[in-house]
């Protein structure tokens, strides 16, 4: 029951996932998270990232090596916790990030959480 809550919590973000997921060439579950493979129109639009984490659901350009899997994991971690917070809370993180004099994404607070602590998911 626990584990359904944590899901139905991070379902804000896990359908916006789902919707992208189409896009991308190889889709499977994983560690029960939906993985999404192999695009080429992130870089097309300038998109700088690998791979981002939405709810259950990971988006990778290329196929993701276990280090980055294990990142991605610890966001997926933070969806089970904030839920459709996450979306606010991690831009509050952002922004606290720039206001400190870092940057908004490495020094991001979730995103330092994500490098240092692996997933035990």
Known sequence: MRRLLKIAWAAPGSLIG???????????VARGVILCEGARWP??????YRAIT????????DELDDATFRHELVHVKQYEKWGPLYFPAYAIASVIAGLRGGHFYRDNAFEIAARLQPSDH
């Open 43 to 48: 870089r097309r639009l300038r998109w700088s």
């Open 18 to 28: 789902a919707l992208l997921a189409p896009f991308f060439d190889k889709r499977y």
């Open 54 to 61: 939405f709810g259950h659901v990971v988006l990778s350009i």
